[in-house]
């Protein structure tokens, strides 16, 4: 099966905005197994581990799922991510498909 690393804003000073980036993600790991393609999500994984591990070894988790991931899904906002910008320039570096939709991820899937 293939696999989707899903990429995108977590953190926010809003608590709100926060939960909402979360539920946006979730939103896209809910569609990629829709289509049949394993996402992984890490608002999901450690996002509710925010604060009670140190954000470095969060990150090195996050890019070792990553480096087994066949593609990327970038989240809207994920330009204003520091996280999202260094997963996808290990996704360039690893030479993996960047997709800005579930709907391009399926087409790539399809193929």
């Given amino acids: 099966m293939r696999r989707c690393y899903v ?16 539920l946006t993600a979730q939103a896209a790991a809910v569609a990629l197994a829709q289509i049949g393609v394993a996402p992984y999500c890490p608002h999901s994984n450690l996002g509710h581990a925010y604060g009670l591990i140190d954000e470095a070894v969060a990150m090195s988790i996050n ?45 790539w899937h399809q193929r």
């Avoid at 990429?7 to 979360?22: E, I, S």
Wanted: glycine share 8%; hydrophobic share 40%; charged share 25%.
């Fill in 7 to 22: 990429a995108g804003p977590f953190r926010d000073k809003n608590p709100q905005q926060m939960a909402a980036h979360v």
């Fill in 63 to 107: 890019e070792s799922f990553l480096r087994d991931c066949d593609a990327l899904l970038l989240l809207p906002g994920w330009g204003n991510s520091e996280g999202a910008r260094q997963e996808l320039a290990l996704a360039k570096q690893r030479g993996l498909p960047v997709f800005r939709s579930p709907h391009e991820v399926a087409a």
